[in-house]
T-cell receptor, first 112, second 112 residues
Framework: QKEVEQDPGPLSVPEGAIVSLNCTYS??????FMWYRQYSRKGPELLMY????GNKEDGRFTAQVDKSSKYISLFIRDSQPSDSATYLC????????????FGKGTLLTVNP | GAGVSQSPSNKVTEKGKDVELRCDPI?????LYWYRQSLGQGLEFLIY????????KSGLPSDRFSAERTGGSVSTLTIQRTQQEDSAVYLC??????????FGEGSRLTVL
């Protein structure tokens, strides 16, 4: 079992839909949880990060962490065609925040 | 302001040849990272440099892989005697040492 599991999709939704992206993990030492967005042929860019359990909201994006279930989610409200990209979850242990463990990424397409 | 610059953007080589990939980080960033993104595998940590500290090489897959960082700035990732399984996108990132990594667009390596 890989440390981080992420459904690769692809996921296709109409514009305006609510999107839910998820990852599960097995390493209970993970403390930092991140979501990166990667457009085709580009490098990943950080969308959001959270430390420990709870929710964090930034505009149309909400990140959720449930450490008891080892499950993290990213919700996108009012999805736009410009949100079409691959979404990567990433995690790291406290004291080793440079060594990220990534999920394989979920390819999202938002259709106008 | 310039982002992380990587070269070459594409490299095709024959099995058994050596390749060098270059990364120019964001000015002032003390931390530099190399990750590898293989098809269907997600991003894998390779190596981390922070200031004058000894690098964390724990992610290098074999002794054919090496990296150096000169003058605390530019870094070169060298792969000796390339194999077909080395084909991947090699991503460099830099940071101030915090949570957010700033990635370059990557060097796409194809080993024939």
């Amino acid at each position: 079992q890989k440390e981080v599991e992420q459904d690769p999709g692809p996921l296709s939704v109409p514009e305006g839909a609510i999107v839910s992206l998820n990852c599960t993990y097995s390493n209970s030492a993970f403390q930092y949880f991140m979501w990166y967005r990667q457009y085709s042929r580009k490098g990943p860019e950080l969308l959001m990060y959270t430390y420990s359990s709870g929710n964090k909201e930034d505009g149309r994006f909400t990140a959720q962490v449930d450490k008891s279930s080892k499950y993290i989610s990213l919700f996108i409200r009012d999805s736009q065609p410009s949100d079409s990209a691959t979404y990567l979850c990433a995690m790291s242990e406290r004291g080793s925040n440079y060594k990220l463990t990534f999920g394989k990424g979920t390819l999202l397409t938002v259709n106008p | 302001g310039a982002g992380v610059s990587q070269s070459p953007s594409n490299k095709v080589t024959e099995k058994g040849k050596d390749v060098e990939l270059r990364c120019d980080p964001i000015s002032g960033h003390t931390a530099l990272y190399w990750y590898r993104q293989s098809l269907g595998q997600g991003l894998e940590f390779l190596i981390y440099f922070q200031g004058n500290s000894a690098p964390d090489k724990s992610g290098l897959p074999s002794d054919r892989f090496s990296a150096e960082r000169t003058g605390g700035s530019v870094s070169t990732l060298t792969i000796q005697r390339t194999q077909q399984e080395d084909s991947a996108v090699y991503l460099c990132a830099s940071s101030t040492g915090g949570i957010e990594l700033f990635f370059g667009e990557g060097s796409r390596l194809t080993v024939l």
